[in-house]
């Protein structure tokens, strides 16, 4: 297993390289990645390269056995570079152009930009193409990172125009799928259609999203680009990856990952200006999104946080464990190599407050300990548990447009994607029960359950990927605001949840948004629900049954009689409908039976253990992850003698897993 | 009686528009709106007109019997318009042009915008002006919504020096009149004068209050522009309006409704991102503005809200009962004609989310019940209510200069125009007195009680108007600060409240502003104020009188002495002065008292509860609104039998009003 | 003394100038600034001057024996200037050229601007260098205020490159010490450097600190051209001042000062805006700012506020005894003239909102009696008060730089730089010690203690100074977040607090940024804090000591063995180390002792009673400052027979000080 840091070498006087990796190399890391910002080193003025530095410095890695990852530098552009070429810069939405001064100030649309990268990525491939100790390429960093993925100058424009021809062939169509005639927004030139830059009101939703869809795939068209430009000079023993971000942004991770060996995610459970680490659940659910975006593919983290971040602002200073527990929690969920970012902190530059294994200092110290820790620990046991699987019974659709079509209609101050995707991934992840993130592209009956939470732009193909899966006996679980767009970000006419209300058995005649003042209360009617009551937020859609049955009705002195959560048997299979925003108490309940009568595994724990299995054709191998920083907790541990590699320590019955305490349990089959 | 629905046959498949046609004939509706954003449609490249659509609709319609209403499609220039004249986007105070791709994207200054208006409407009144279908146009669409009042380009900064010119004649005469000296800025060309873009400081309060009345006034002179285009060509028979909002925009309805025949209004109590309606009387007080807009005459509700309503955020859905109550409002209120918005929500662009009598689904449910309840209560009876009058023996001043003058300088972070606004009106609503929203330009004898609240910028006409109103026994309700500022936004200098210090009876030495977590307290001392005591926000007058008395003094250690409320005889009348933001209950009990003194009627209700009044020569009609979104209410009916019409029922002494019912009575006289 | 008022004759007309000179004369007054605003009046076209209206008035002002102060009016070029040359517009961060319309709309890099600015003060300077009422320049009007002190534009760009070469004259020295190669950024033309506009992250925190002391350092160069200007023409009995602001602007006072006779200020304890004044600690501390600024030499207060302030808001209205006592208040730190804001607010412009010694309707009442009450107070004693020392034995250390690299990095959301400079400063005012504000520049041995608060960016000067100083016995506080930075705003490299470690005897191996919802609890350990805790915000140095002892650490389950406020012997002296943002309580239970052991004088009184000592030879004063609103406070009277100049009286032991109140008692030494 690959276990690394982060390093620049080019930031430290050379007399310092040594001691780094001497020290680097007690540790005990394997790889260390470079250069992912070195272009003005590279190519000091244009045309002219010099690889005088990374030479040196990745012959000394060498000699001392790490291999090497190297980052193609296209996300920092040389001063010189934007002082020839300014028409490089991006635009924001008011038309404000992004000076240089920091990173990823360049548009992805500038043709002139396309051609430096080929010419700097040329170079690169062909001087470290052959090197032995380069295993492998990261393109770029973090595509799209800080509002960087939407750029609205004149190029996008043009680039956009272009892009809307190819998809659409005629105007006609354009006009005819976006539904122009509204606000006589009728285009009779491709040279008129807009980026969406200030306007008065708001845009047209079915153009946001295609400018999204645009943003997402002139990145991919670039990565591409640097792609193809490496595999002419490399070698098939060295891979290509890019290191996502998961944040929302016009980015369409699975499709770029088609042209990568394996995709790569940055790993910042905290960062500037939070107070407290996201929750286990949150983290949890990156991990499955890295590993749903090449179909169960194991991932690198090539960052991997190991001390406070921040840029002006400096976030939580993870506790003494944290930095053990989320490693194990990445490996559990699919990572198979982690690179710590960063090796030292840096004196100088924007990133001074991103502190790393070193601090500014450079003197080893708890941080250092606690990789060592982990290190050892996974010493001659990482690769088995690694190549073991994660299995699930349970999967979890995720796709971006749809999180961009919320972004351009939120319905309400209360709704945040991430949150709301949370509300329903959340209870199952409490349950301990394993889950794939899958898009349309999955055979469905590898599943026993199927949640497809706020599915608000639905495509026709899964719909009936998901009409299939049921009849033949699945279990699927929608929740409010399902069914209502088509591909185009165009209103279904039917009436919700429109294509799928069939399979529901219900029909949603009204709903309401909810501000952040408002909630409405829904009581429990039936099954595990019955007595149950939760307040819910931010939507409520006012159900009618047709063929479902009624789970929870709203208290509203208005919409009493309206159901809030519905099962209905369609075909061999179930449809339930969670209509509005409930508490993670009332949906836990409700999985719990859903599970059990699909026959998921799902355990309880005390809040915040985090439990994780993987399995091998002999071995079980159970990760037990507290994520609570004040609290030990008791838990009881499945059947079976339970060892645990690293101390050699059995456990069997109950265990007690101190406060931020991470261990891997193994039992034989 | 017209009551109708706002209808965009472009939107919707023509095999669709027999259904629609059908459903609205069997809803009882007698009139459509449409093409207001059609541009596009009838003009696809410059210079080519096309109507067949718009034909085809009117022709069916027709069949039907149905009268049509035509918008010109001004608010929405097209795409090819913009491509070819970009000069005519608007500009905002930081210099950003605000893009095609929503609507109102236009400055009224270009003078190529103002060409190509007129072409369309010449072209369109040509066509339709003859039609016996259409009985009237809609100029444009809500005049400056969504701050498209002021534009801030060079265009906008060459017509406001030419505006000025006109106004001032001698740049001696401006820069005396604003005050330029004050940080040397005097203009010595016409030429040097800026539209308010972004300065590190504030703009002088005196251009501004002439910029907005400039981007009013071109507003003015814009519309003129289609109305006489119109004039020429569409016979008598056909009306001319223009749909309002009442929103604080720099525009004078008042002044621009001389080129209509009747206004329009459209009346959204609630909208996207409202959790909850406005109050009654703020929904109240925009149908007095709509009435006094050409002095009492009846008005059109061109946009009747009919769901819930908003663009990427979706607000409050109106509760079965809304619909009427809100209808009944503004008919009892003086709306002659009620058009719902819209007939069907739309399935694409931006509006997506404003629904209708029909959702996206097309199907008729409890909104379409609800509209067809109104229209069959008002059969046969409509006309004779509309006919009635609404009789006022209270006006309450409203100028929208003064509005401007306040948005200039708001004085304290708790100051908000509106509210304020309503702090004076919502009691003379509460105790159900009739009152009529009025400018200088009536005749006050017609009133016993005028009420003109934070009067702080003045004209003297109008003081003058109030000196002899109430030397012959009128009774004037003044509020804090009072005389303030002159027609140039010049401060007074004299002692406040200056030229109408004397018909106060007081002096105010010492004021103070109250930020949001400040408030005074303040003591009734006499009259019906005795023993009462209020909270006071926003805004302290530290009053002394001269030949006033006192009725209310603040409790402060330093102001004890000081009043807070006073009561002055004034030749034959009355004038009271509230010097600090107290609470409604202080307000309505001092109302009460004045009420009863000037003999005017008014009658308490249970909260939430209105009653509104309307007079023939030989029946009384009496509007009982519940605004209760909760509780039903018990009211005491004036002396008399009254029945209702739509039920044939008939009611005295107490009467029970179910929460959000509403009910016209009539008396016999 | 010089007590006086801000006029604007331009502002009245004539026949207004009499009344006004006779009551300013009946007030007592004796010096009037005027003509800071008056540019387009003395040249109203370009190259022509006209001095007409200032020679007329100071003409009478001169026949009524007061003197005069002018104002170089460059803070408003006029509206001609800004026409013909656009170029000398600012630009702000985002690229929008501010425009005409209010005051300060310059970049002082226009060389343009600097040629018109050179003109206008030759021509003052030549008309009225000679004049016998004239006594003294001001400069310009508040530099850099409202945001005026940074702009973005091209000239400000092309001027920052000079300004770099000119500091580092090579490229490479620039590259090293602002360590450019992170993010690829190294410089290879002068011309490719930016001005810090929009980014999608943040720029380099080396080239923001160098960008404010380029603005800085720009005005100050703009500042020594006009006073050279002014020295070519003006007699040496005319004093040249500037009226400063101390709000974090990227201004030097302190360099600017080396060019001026003395410093001014304008002081505004409350403005626009504020519900309430700043407390008695922050006005003090910018009085001691002002005193420290020529190292301890006397300076104007040229606005001094007399009612309330404000442009579109307004701020509290200050209560009777607030004038006299903000005036006592900076007399007795060290202003030597008082000029009151404004003589009568202006009716027009801006600033219309700020309420001056008479209102807009020119009578005299409670603010003139106050002013008079002041004049009376003082006269034939002033002089003698003014003259006699302000003695500090505590310094506390201040220099823009830091508070810029704060502004910079600020950390957490909870840190606003005046805030936590005055959490160590308050409490040393609390206890009526009398402390200097210093730099770099003075000799630390007369002082008996100094207080190093948030010392981040740190100079090596500094730091070897404080060291030898406490080798020689001198006592030093320092807070968290000490010894960061050099002056290149680069980490240093040593263990925190890195060069100033060992005199504290400690080491900061971890430490946390607390947000807004965060804090640490501090227990003290020994000495006077023992049993004392205190809730700790924005930040916390979990420190560990080499030489020093704890004196309390943190109450926490990770960090419950860290210091959090350390004492060390080095040398002959002492170094306190204050780890958190503990409460004003904790702090000054420490100072009282750190006080006593060093032997400085210290007071407890009620809260917001502020005792003020000045020192002659043969005489003491004492200023009593009671600046709680609403209550009177018992204070005891240092030992003696205590007189008041104004009065007569006597006082011993006891004294009771009304609210508001303000005295200076006189003791015989």
Known sequence: MYIGVDYYPEQWPRERWETDLQMMKELGINVIRIAEFGWSLMEPEEGTFDFTLYDEAIKRMHSYGFDVVLGTPTATPPAWLIEKYPEVLPVDDHGHVISFGARRHYTVNSEVYQLLSKRIVTEMAKRYGQHPAVIGWQVDNEYGHEKSDRSYGDIDQTAFQSWL??????????????????????????????????????????????????????????????????????????????????TGLAQDQKEMAKDLDFISFDNYPVWGGLADPISPAAIARQHDLCRGTKNGKGYWVMEELSGAQGWSQIGYNPRPGHLKLWTYQAISRGAEAIVYFRWR????????????????????????????????????????????????????????????????????DQFEYVKEYLRFYEPAHSLNTQANIIRDDEDLSRYKVVVVPIYFLTKKRFNDQLKDYVKNGGTVVFSYRTGVKDEDNV???????????????????????LRADKSSHVNGQAGVLEGLSSDGEVWSDYIETTTADVLATYEDSWFQDKAAITKNNYGQGTVYYIGSGVESAMIRKLYTSIFQEAGVRSSETPEKVELVWRESSDQTYLAVLNHDVEESHKISLPEGEWSENSTGNSYSGELMIPRLGSMVLVKQK
């Open 345 to 412: 902190a840096a004196r100088y530059g924007t990133e001074q407050f991103c502190h790393g294994i070193l601090d500014h200092d450079g003197k080893p110290r708890r941080k250092y300990d606690e990789v060592k820790e982990v290190i050892d620990s996974l010493s001659g046991f990482a690769d088995e548990w690694i190549a073991s699987d994660y299995k699930a019974d349970v999967a979890f659709y995720h796709d971006p447009e749809n999180e961009w079509a919320w972004q351009i209609q939120p319905h309400s």
């Open 491 to 513: 209103v279904t006419e039917e009436t919700l949840p429109g294509d799928l209300a069939e399979m529901c058995g219900i029909e949603v005649p009204e709903y309401e948004s």
């Open 165 to 246: 021809k190819e998809k659409y062939d005629s105007l006609d169509a354009l006009n005819e799928r976006w539904g122009t005639v509204f606000w006589s927004q009728t285009y009779t030139r491709w040279s008129q259609i807009p980026v969406p830059r200030k306007v008065y009101q708001e845009h047209n939703p079915s153009l946001l999203l295609d400018f999204d869809r645009f943003c997402a795939e002139m990145y991919n068209r670039y990565n591409r680009m640097q792609v193809e430009v490496l595999r002419t000079f490399i070698p098939e023993r060295q891979f290509i990856t890019h290191n996502f971000v998961y």
